[in-house]
């Protein structure tokens, strides 16, 4: 059923805006709080008298705009965090940097994806990129799996499990979005790129999709040697889509195609109309942006999106002005949040923590999953950067000047060797222990010490995908990934095509 929320019910958005509350999500050790949220979206709305908060249509762009120069450094910077914390012996790439790390797989996914774009602009040469790929994929072709999915966490010198993390479908599930987009590149018949292809081709057919569908047609989220698999599978709407599409393109151990409309059939909980804009809602931004990573939306369609005369990209597209019109609504009248500040998504946080802010006590989280949805909303004034840059590609003409806001505003320490840090807070205003107080207070407030792998990764693929569509183009050709989105029952676009 439709729900809207409309500016008769402004009153009544501070009851629904969480700026902290028991039960928010952090990271936890085993799962981040990306895998618990899908649950929790918000539900408030604002209606301003521009035609885009009152709904109407949003014309696309016709050109890319000439690109700024920050918006290239930003690109390089972040694509040489992975060039430069991996272990260059296996891969492994950090969850985050430089708090000392264990490895993330969904980084390493991301990681994999940015060596072609560092080639295709020149940071590295194609021989430095097949040889830090062949690494990567030699180790995963041996390492420890179950059914050939991999631990969430693990040691970034052995690979062992880390942090007594879960085997995770949707984690490896990026890894693959990695390993497939690195397949698809190296396309040569030069022996160390005949390699690459081979391997990719076997860590993915391993994958057993099937084992993890203890409820069938849905899929789990996760397993454990202790616990087995969790109680949750997969329902849409939020970032398993790419999990659902690979296990479908499967040419092994494919899942039955009942398993999209039973992952569609939830949609209904999350359609509605939210800040001016009607769309399919997932709170934190990142629902709208991993999958996009490696699939081009634009002008293909599910029988979902059919019967609401859209597609995912346009969907995203929506989510990212509601996300703006909720920052310039700022209803818990947070520092900085604007036209031009704003992105909420999961990353860090300044929290723990409890302090008096505009006459009332605010919670504020460490990790959370933050986002603005449907029933609730999670918002603690923190602000990542990944949550607006990352969406370039839907809506570069409000993207690109919230990235040139947060760059030329807060400069330093906000940005810094590789690109913008995970989050900051300037309504937090005193700094943790771990940073000793400045002698003028940064507008930007709190600023986390740490770069997230998986914040990253959206930065440099979806910032080179708006440039030149490099990751978008190669996977369109990639046969598992086509295969996927046909069984799903996608049709128009690029698929009307041969491949």
Same mark, same amino acid.
């Given at each position: 059923?439709?729900r809207?929320?409309?500016?008769?019910?402004?009153?009544?958005?501070?009851?629904?805006?969480?700026? #902290? #509350?028991?039960?928010?999500?952090?990271?936890?050790?085993?799962?981040?709080?990306?895998?618990?949220?899908?649950?929790?979206?918000?539900?408030?709305?604002?209606?301003?008298?521009?035609?885009v908060?009152?709904?109407?249509? !949003?014309?696309? =762009?016709?050109?890319?705009?000439?690109?700024?120069?920050?918006?290239?450094?930003?690109?390089?910077?972040? *694509?040489? *965090?992975?060039?430069? /914390?991996?272990?260059?012996? =296996?891969?492994?790439?950090?969850?985050?940097?430089?708090?000392?790390?264990?490895?993330?797989?969904?980084?390493?996914?991301?990681g994999?994806?940015?060596?072609?774009?560092?080639v295709?602009?020149?940071?590295?040469?194609?021989?430095?990129a097949?040889?830090?790929?062949?690494? /990567?994929?030699?180790?995963?072709?041996?390492?420890?799996?179950? $059914?050939?999915?991999?631990? $969430?966490? !693990?040691?970034?010198?052995?690979?062992?499990?880390?942090?007594?993390?879960?085997?995770?479908?949707?984690?490896?599930?990026?890894?693959? &979005?990695?390993?497939?987009?690195?397949?698809?590149?190296?396309?040569?018949?030069?022996?160390?790129?005949?390699?690459?292809?081979?391997?990719?081709?076997? !860590?993915?057919r391993r994958?057993?999709?099937?084992?993890?569908?203890?409820?069938?047609p849905? %899929?789990?989220?996760?397993? /454990?040697?202790?616990e087995?698999?969790?109680?949750?599978?997969? +329902? &849409?709407?939020?970032?398993?889509?790419? @999990?659902?599409?690979?296990?479908?393109?499967?040419?092994?151990?494919?899942?039955?195609?009942?398993?999209?409309?039973?992952?569609?059939?939830?949609?209904?909980?999350?359609?509605?109309?939210?800040?001016?804009?009607?769309?399919?809602?997932?709170?934190?931004?990142?629902?709208?942006?991993?999958s996009?990573?490696?699939?081009?939306?634009?002008? %293909?369609?599910?029988?979902?999106m059919?019967? $609401?005369?859209?597609?995912?990209?346009e969907?995203?597209?929506?989510?990212?002005?509601?996300?703006?019109?909720?920052?310039?609504? =700022?209803?818990?009248h947070?520092?900085?949040?604007?036209?031009?500040?704003?992105?909420?998504?999961?990353?860090?946080?300044?929290?723990?923590?409890?302090?008096?802010?505009?006459?009332?006590?605010?919670?504020? *989280?460490?990790?959370?999953?933050?986002?603005?949805?449907?029933?609730?909303?999670?918002?603690?004034?923190?602000?990542?950067? /990944?949550?607006? @840059?990352?969406?370039?590609?839907?809506?570069?003409?409000?993207?690109?000047?919230?990235?040139?806001?947060?760059?030329?505003?807060?400069?330093?320490?906000?940005?810094?060797?590789?690109? *913008?840090?995970?989050?900051?807070?300037?309504?937090?205003?005193?700094?943790?222990?771990? +940073?000793?107080p400045?002698?003028?207070?940064?507008?930007? #407030?709190?600023?986390?010490?740490?770069?997230?792998?998986?914040?990253?990764?959206?930065?440099?693929?979806?910032?080179?995908?708006?440039?030149?569509?490099?990751?978008?183009?190669?996977?369109?050709g990639?046969?598992?990934?086509?295969? #996927?989105?046909?069984?799903?029952?996608? +049709? &128009? &676009?690029?698929?009307?095509?041969?491949?």
């Amino acid at each position: 059923m439709r729900r809207k929320f409309t500016a008769s019910d402004t009153a009544q958005v501070a009851t629904h805006v969480i700026a #902290g #509350g028991e039960g928010a999500p952090d990271r936890a050790s085993t799962r981040s709080a990306r895998v618990v949220f899908p649950a929790m979206v918000a539900c408030c709305a604002w209606l301003a008298a521009s035609p885009v908060a009152r709904g109407e249509p !949003i014309q696309p =762009n016709a050109q890319p705009q000439a690109l700024d120069p920050v918006i290239a450094d930003l690109e390089e910077r972040t *694509f040489r *965090f992975f060039w430069e /914390t991996a272990n260059p012996d =296996n891969g492994l790439i950090p969850d985050r940097y430089p708090t000392p790390p264990f490895a993330s797989i969904a980084a390493v996914g991301f990681g994999l994806t940015a060596y072609p774009i560092g080639v295709e602009r020149g940071y590295i040469s194609r021989a430095a990129a097949r040889e830090r790929v062949l690494a /990567t994929l030699r180790f995963f072709a041996h390492e420890t799996n179950q $059914h050939g999915f991999f631990h $969430h966490f !693990i040691d970034m010198r052995t690979g062992a499990r880390a942090n007594d993390s879960e085997v995770s479908t949707v984690d490896t599930a990026l890894l693959l &979005g990695g390993v497939l987009f690195c397949q698809s590149y190296f396309d040569s018949e030069e022996p160390q790129e005949l390699e690459i292809r081979k391997l990719a081709d076997e !860590i993915y057919r391993r994958v057993d999709w099937t084992w993890a569908q203890p409820r069938p047609p849905g %899929i789990a989220l996760a397993w /454990t040697p202790e616990e087995g698999f969790s109680r949750d599978d997969w +329902q &849409g709407y939020n970032e398993a889509m790419i @999990v659902y599409l690979l296990a479908l393109g499967s040419p092994t151990h494919p899942i039955g195609e009942r398993a999209w409309t039973r992952w569609t059939r939830t949609y209904g909980r999350y359609w509605g109309t939210l800040y001016g804009q009607t769309y399919l809602a997932f709170a934190p931004l990142f629902g709208h942006q991993y999958s996009h990573v490696w699939v081009d939306f634009r002008g %293909i369609r599910d029988a979902y999106m059919r019967a $609401h005369d859209l597609d995912y990209f346009e969907n995203s597209r929506r989510a990212t002005y509601a996300e703006r019109r909720y920052a310039i609504a =700022n209803p818990m009248h947070w520092q900085a949040y604007g036209e031009n500040v704003w992105g909420l998504t999961a990353c860090d946080g300044p929290g723990p923590a409890r302090q008096r802010y505009d006459g009332a006590e605010r919670r504020f *989280f460490k990790y959370a999953a933050r986002g603005v949805g449907l029933d609730r909303i999670i918002d603690d004034g923190t602000i990542a950067p /990944t949550a607006a @840059v990352s969406s370039l590609p839907f809506a570069p003409e409000i993207v690109l000047p919230a990235t040139l806001e947060m760059y030329h505003r807060f400069g330093a320490p906000l940005y810094s060797r590789y690109g *913008f840090r995970d989050a900051f807070n300037p309504s937090f205003r005193s700094p943790p222990k771990s +940073q000793p107080p400045a002698a003028e207070q940064s507008p930007a #407030g709190w600023v986390d010490r740490d770069y997230l792998g998986i914040d990253q990764g959206p930065i440099v693929a979806m910032i080179e995908n708006y440039r030149s569509e490099l990751v978008w183009r190669v996977m369109r050709g990639n046969a598992y990934l086509r295969r #996927g989105l046909e069984r799903a029952g996608f +049709q &128009g &676009g690029w698929l009307a095509r041969p491949p």
